[in-house]
């Protein structure tokens, strides 16, 4: 799968509120927004080209070289994130799941030497840390997958600038 983007200049691929070197700037989330809208289709096992056109006289081979470098980076660390991001989640998961099991034990062990009303007060917190738990892990990941999907094919794509004549 190929997608083709046009630029003006370099600067349209960064924000426009930062005035640093093409080496710290961050991208736009037009260009960012545009990427994600032409590779909205499913992506599959085909390799993902990306083509950045620029007019030929806009053209600086030691830009294009650092802001491929940056591009590749910046797909690489998102990866990245948003798997830790995954990782946090499913650790949080757990560890609601495990306080939820602990009430519920307690409120077990407890039961047997005390009233029934303790035993129905802890059930409480056990079930909203079961379900709490559960509730993190399956909304966050739905999302998290999908990024992680989408950023690994970015990773894995090639990214190329290309000079289109003027009109």
Do not use: C, H
């Not at 085909?46 to 083509?51: R, T």
């Not at 660390?77 to 949080?92: F, G, P, V």
């Amino acid at each position: 799968m190929q997608v083709q983007i046009a630029i003006d200049t370099y600067d349209d691929l960064f924000s426009d509120f930062d005035i640093r070197d093409y080496r710290e700037r961050f991208f736009s989330n037009d260009f960012l927004g545009e990427l994600k809208m032409r590779t909205n289709r499913p992506l599959d096992a085909k390799p993902l080209a990306i083509k950045l056109v620029i007019p030929s006289d806009e053209r600086d081979e030691d830009s294009e070289a650092i802001i491929l470098e940056r591009i590749r980076d910046f797909f690489a660390m998102r990866l990245e994130r948003n798997k830790s991001k995954k990782r946090a989640s499913l650790i949080t998961a757990v560890k609601f799941e495990a306080i939820g099991l602990i009430f519920m034990l307690a409120a077990n062990l407890l039961s047997r030497f005390t009233a029934d009303f303790l035993r129905d007060f802890l059930l409480i917190p056990s079930w909203f840390f079961v379900w709490s738990g559960l509730e993190k892990y399956m909304y966050n990941i739905r999302n998290l997958d999908k990024k992680i999907r989408f950023y690994g094919v970015l990773t894995r794509s090639s990214v190329r600038f290309e000079g289109r004549e003027a009109r």
